[in-house]
């Protein structure tokens, strides 16, 4: 039940192209849905989150989707650019006597080429 | 130093071996945590420390053992570790405070190899 499954596990994009990442999750207690973005020897940073009562939210060229009633949700990036090619982990956490415990997807490999 | 910072980077340990990783925050939150990265795998969580008090503990051997001295510094003491063993492991920190979450900061992560 705190499992966060995340599809693809890579992705190869053209510049310029729209790079979609899914995530589906079982837990209906989750509060909190963050996307990280991992780049090779460096720790994953948030890149963008939303909350279940919003159905959209958009942070310049990265959009989050989020489908309550299915339990799913995705990330965007629309002009995909070479910059963007990192690993992507989907998450979902819940408060919890102070403090986040967060489940994470598998993770998803974007490379974008020239 | 800013951010979360871990050292060492990259540790190779044989079996028998006794290290520590060391991992400090420079942001003033009141929460950190350990986490492995394997290939392939979903980052697992490993210990939460709430202010300085060890709040999870998930199902972690007792080849690992953390320490928090502080709300600014986090330990994983590392004793008669297995292959399997072999990750990166990451910290991470967040600023909790009446049931509202924030994000987490993370750490570049130390590569341990066991041997």
């Known amino acids: 039940q705190q499992q966060v499954k995340q599809s693809p596990q890579s992705l190869i994009v053209q510049k310029g192209g729209i790079s979609i990442i899914n995530c589906a999750y079982e837990n209906t207690a989750f509060d909190y849905f963050p996307w990280y973005q991992q780049f090779p020897g460096k720790g994953p940073a948030l890149l963008i989150a939303?909350?279940?009562?919003?159905s959209e939210k958009k942070e310049g060229r990265f959009t989050i989707s989020f489908n309550k009633s299915a339990k799913q949700f995705s990330l965007h990036i629309m002009d995909s650019q070479p910059g963007d090619s990192a690993t992507y982990f989907c998450a979902a956490s819940l408060t919890s006597g102070g403090y986040q415990k967060v489940t994470f997807g598998t993770g998803t490999k974007l490379q974008v080429i020239p | 130093e800013t951010g979360v910072t871990q050292t060492p980077r990259h540790l190779v340990m044989g079996m028998t071996n006794k290290k520590s990783l060391k991992c400090e925050q420079h942001?003033?939150?009141?929460?950190m945590y350990w986490y492995k990265q394997s290939a392939k795998k979903p980052l697992e969580l490993m210990f939460v420390y709430s202010l300085e008090e060890r709040v999870e503990n998930n199902s972690v051997p007792s080849r690992f053992s953390p320490e928090c001295p502080n709300s600014s510094h986090l330990f994983l003491h590392l004793h008669t570790l297995q292959p399997e063993d072999s990750a990166l492991y990451l910290c991470?920190?967040?600023?909790?405070?009446?049931?509202?979450?924030?994000?987490?900061?993370f750490g570049p992560g130390t590569r341990l190899t066991v041997t």
């Open positions: 939303i909350r279940p009562d919003v």
């Open positions: 942001l003033g939150h009141n929460a």
């Open positions: 991470a920190s967040s600023q909790d405070s009446g049931g509202s979450s924030y994000e987490q900061y």
